[in-house]
């Protein structure tokens, strides 16, 4: 049994709960919230006995194993560095920080504590990712990797109305690069390994974030193309081409359905069956790393998170991205 605290009272830390709820090896017995009002609400909706409003004393108490870290991103590599340092255990949302030296801190604390670091990037973890990994081979040398996540923001009418919201405030580490491009370079990482190069744009709002772009990776026998949006929608599947057919994704963030289409024009279908509530598979890994005394997953692994903010920085840099973040 896993004893965790959660840091961030939102929908996502809610649908982060309500996955792991269903593992056995899950109790959720701490919250730390800003208010002591919002933190008790928060834990009497799901049971927790302990409410925080002090980092600190959530870090050093001994009700808690680990903690599932859902704050703005601007937030997460210095409340994982003080939790890692008093050998709590720490699930931290996507991206795990704002910049690479960031999340280079949060590997040296885990080092240093012992403590298990893991990324909550849940697509790479899913059993349909997995099924990609396995059939990768079949379509031949890989020469294309295509991936899209265009997403509406249901934050951006409000932006227009002139209200700038966390998800288009520089502030916090936000834009569509962080919240929604991640989704297509990290499995890009994780699949292929590190580029040579990249070529970034974007379209940036008058608030200093990117509101949609576009990316071409360079590898020395492949490319990739990368296009994030918060401001316009798509419905495109993402699709990595090979010389003998191509596998085809349906979403690149949840990755419900995968087929491969050979050049013969044979339809493979290999997706699995998954479950609904896909942040289960995150919890299920961190835990049994906990429980089995390993320190690092092997696709969210401290080097892929490292290597995916490494060239997040290099997006930036290109299209003119600077986060208060990166002055810290």
């Not at 903690?67 to 991103?73: F, L």
């Not at 396995?134 to 379509?139: P, Q």
């Not at 227009?160 to 690069?177: I, Q």
Request: glycine share 6%.
């Amino acid at each position: 049994m896993v004893r965790f605290g959660v840091i961030g009272t939102n929908w996502i830390t809610e649908s982060f709960i309500q996955a792991a709820s269903l593992l056995e090896s899950f109790r959720l017995t701490a919250v730390y919230s800003r208010t002591e009002e919002r933190g008790a609400e928060f834990a009497a909706r799901y049971g927790a006995t302990h409410v925080f409003t002090d980092l600190e004393a959530m870090a050093a108490s001994n009700e808690l194993d680990a903690v599932y870290i859902a704050s703005p991103n601007c937030y997460h590599a210095q409340q994982a560095i003080v939790l890692l340092r008093h050998g709590k255990h720490v699930l931290c949302e996507k991206p795990i920080a704002s910049n690479e030296r960031e999340v280079q801190a949060m590997m040296d604390a885990a080092a240093e504590s012992g403590a298990v670091l893991m990324e909550a990037m849940k697509s790479t973890l899913l059993p349909n990712f997995r099924a990609i990994q396995d059939n990768l081979h079949k379509i031949g040398p890989i020469r294309r990797y295509t991936a899209s996540y265009c997403q509406y923001s249901s934050r951006y009418d409000a932006y227009k109305n002139g209200t700038v919201l966390n998800a288009f405030n520089p502030v916090y580490s936000n834009g569509s690069m962080m919240d929604l491009g991640i989704y297509c370079l990290y499995p890009m990482i994780v699949l292929f390994g590190e580029p040579q190069s990249i070529q970034a744009s974007a379209y940036m709002l008058e608030s200093g974030v990117d509101g949609e772009g576009s990316v071409i990776a360079t590898y020395a026998d492949m490319q990739a193309v990368i296009m994030h949006s918060k401001i316009s929608a798509s419905s495109l599947p993402s699709e990595i081409q090979g010389e003998l057919g191509s596998i085809i994704v349906d979403k690149i963030s949840e990755i419900g359905h995968v087929e491969i289409r050979y050049r013969d024009g044979t339809i493979e279908k290999i997706s699995v069956p998954q479950q609904d509530q896909a942040m289960i598979y995150e919890a299920k890994e961190f835990i049994e790393l906990v429980e089995n005394g390993e320190k690092q997953s092997r696709n969210n692994s401290h080097r892929h998170s490292r290597l995916t903010m490494k060239w997040i920085d290099e997006i930036r840099r290109q299209i003119g991205l600077v986060y208060p973040a990166d002055a810290r």
